[in-house]
């Protein structure tokens, strides 16, 4: 089970997935986990905190996501690389998971200087990856499918009207083949 600290974070996840940031209140947290009033607050002092304490969250799952594809994403072939970056958009476009993956859209158009860094860093490590497997032009490969990644995100949002659907894992992987490789 969760400790309590994450099921905070988890919940402002789901409300900002939900209703955008402005829905995000301490109280709104104590409400949907059926806390006393003013318990969110003990952990998260201001709004925030709260914030940055939930682009860690969301990081922090990608993270896991990408470890058990592939158990990340080192020494893979073009292919593999792109089966494993296909998986992920799969599963974050998942009925389950499109909370967070409405959530993680909305702090990056509400907070881009909070949510800069960390798609930095994603950009910095494609790059990095991307070079060390003697990629031709790492860093627009990287920018390729990093739009494209969220580009396909952002319809299955609207697509499924933000409930989450299932995509075609083969075209997408076939789609992110062609981006690697530069077509």
Do not use: K
């Not at 939930?54 to 089966?83: C, K, M, N, P, W």
């Amino acid at each position: 089970m969760l400790d309590r600290r994450t099921r905070i974070v988890d919940a402002a996840i789901a409300i900002v997935g939900e209703g955008g940031t402005r829905a995000l209140t301490h109280r709104s947290i104590d409400a949907r986990l059926g806390l006393p009033e003013g318990s969110t607050s003990n952990y998260f002092r201001t709004r925030e905190a709260l914030l940055d304490a939930a682009q860690e969250r969301l990081l922090e799952v990608d993270r896991s996501t990408l470890a058990d594809i592939h158990g990340g994403f080192d020494q893979l072939d073009d292919e593999a690389l792109a089966r494993g970056l296909a998986e992920y958009a799969v599963r974050l476009c998942r009925p389950g998971r499109m909370l967070r993956t409405r959530a993680r859209f909305a702090l990056t158009l509400v907070y881009p200087e909070r949510t800069g860094a960390l798609l930095q860093d994603w950009l910095r490590l494609g790059i990095e990856d991307l070079g060390a497997h003697g990629h031709r032009d790492p860093e627009g490969a990287t920018r390729r499918l990093l739009a494209y990644t969220d580009g396909v995100m952002l319809q299955a949002i609207v697509d499924s009207r933000g409930e989450g659907l299932e995509l075609d894992r083969s075209q997408l992987a076939a789609t992110i083949l062609l981006l690697l490789r530069g077509a």
